[in-house]
């Protein structure tokens, strides 16, 4: 089960890739004693320090996307400080608040929590203007 979790992060990732961030390394891991839970754990490739990623077996793929990517967020904003305090940036609002991930319909989306606009579906964000 944990390749599942491994895929799911492997998704998100593609937009930290995107965003000209580095990558943590994943290492599939149970350490949720929930056999519920799915999990691992993400690493940096600066100094090793990990950080725990799970998310309920039994929720649909675009929720689990939605806790998944939530739980990355916290962990490049962490991983890069104050360079990095408002990833993914909101367009509208570059200086203000991150992106924020939700649920659109039947799809999990970087999105403006202010004006709850999507910018993009999770795992298909690309340095883009709202205006183009």
């Not at 649909?60 to 993914?88: H, K």
């Not at 403006?112 to 606009?117: A, D, E, S």
């Amino acid at each position: 089960m944990a390749a599942e979790i491994v895929e799911i992060i492997g998704h998100v990732l593609r937009d930290v890739s995107s965003s000209g961030l580095s990558e943590p390394r994943i290492e599939e891991s149970d350490w949720d004693d929930d056999p519920q839970v799915l999990s691992a754990m993400i690493y940096s490739t600066r100094d090793s320090t990990g950080q725990g990623v799970s998310v309920r077996g039994d929720l649909a793929r675009a929720n689990q996307l939605v806790s998944v990517a939530d739980q990355v967020q916290e962990w490049v904003i962490e991983e890069n400080g104050p360079t990095n305090s408002n990833w993914p940036q909101c367009p509208w609002h570059p200086n203000n608040h991150p992106l924020a991930a939700h649920m659109v319909g039947d799809q999990g989306v970087w999105a403006c929590p202010v004006l709850n606009t999507p910018v993009a579906v999770i795992g298909e964000l690309s340095v883009k203007r709202p205006d183009g």
